[in-house]
């Protein structure tokens, strides 16, 4: 299995302001995905970030709001840009490993918005 | 359009009952069909898989669930439960082969599983 760190672990921060999520892979991966989770929720797909082409995102995200980087097979970012309380959620970095047909879940970053 | 039900929003279980969290899917095609587990404050946890082959597949901490093609269904059993088994659980699908291209992990709106002791 892929061992996956997310950085911060949880944030508070205040509204219109922006933070930048990192996820870190112990292994190289080719496809990255980063979720949402809201409170009491279930998780929802923003986008996938493979390395070497432009994130790919769901419908009702957009890269304004939530811009990613990938600038490598180990590394990716997600930015939540301009927040509101709306955006209080928890937010998963995911990697998928096809060898094994499996995809394996960060820690997760827990954001409160005031 | 492809989903994927969990009809429980909670089940609760006495310490050493054997638990059921019920998923069924709506899909097109061959689908394949996961768990995953979130404790507090952690993130998701793979608990098993199936892909192809044996309907009963066994995962981690004696979970094991039983593909049923016909009923659409992917339920998740435990013969004893645990305490330490109360979690959040969520059933998920992926409806292409996992090789290159995009695929989307659906997941389930998650069923709270509470063991008494």
């Known amino acids: 299995s892929a061992v996956i760190s997310q950085k911060p672990s949880r944030d508070i921060c205040q509204r219109g302001t922006s933070l930048t999520i990192q996820c870190q892979v112990d292994?190289?991966?080719?496809?990255m995905f980063w979720y949402r989770q809201q409170p009491g929720q279930s998780l929802t797909l923003i986008a996938t970030?493979?390395?070497?082409?432009?994130?790919?995102?769901e419908s009702g995200f957009v890269i304004d709001k939530f811009p990613i980087s990938r600038p490598n097979l180990t590394f990716s970012t997600l930015t939540v840009s301009n927040m509101s309380p709306e955006d209080s959620s928890i937010y998963l970095c995911?990697?998928?490993?096809?060898?094994?047909?499996?995809?394996?879940f960060g820690p997760g970053t827990r954001l409160t918005v005031l | 359009a492809q989903s994927v039900a969990q009809p429980e929003d909670q089940v609760n279980v006495a310490e050493g009952n054997p638990l059921t969290v019920k998923c069924t899917y709506s899909?097109?095609?061959?689908?394949?069909l996961f768990w995953y587990v979130q404790y507090p404050n952690r993130g998701l946890q793979f608990l098993l898989k199936?892909?192809?082959?044996?309907?009963l597949v066994k995962g981690s901490y004696g979970f094991e669930a039983e593909f049923n093609k016909s009923q659409t269904s992917f339920h998740l059993k435990k013969p004893s439960a645990l305490v330490s088994d109360s979690a959040l659980y969520f059933c998920?699908?992926?409806?292409?082969?996992?090789?290159?291209?995009?695929?989307?992990?659906?997941f389930g709106a998650g069923t709270r599983l509470a063991v008494h002791p």
């Open positions: 899909v097109s095609g061959n689908p394949y």
């Open positions: 970030a493979n390395q070497g082409s432009e994130a790919t995102y």
């Open positions: 199936y892909i192809t082959g044996d309907n």
């Open positions: 995911s990697v998928g490993v096809p060898l094994y047909n499996e995809q394996f």
């Open positions: 998920a699908v992926r409806f292409r082969p996992f090789s290159g291209g995009y695929n989307k992990l659906i």
């Open positions: 292994s190289q991966v080719t496809m």
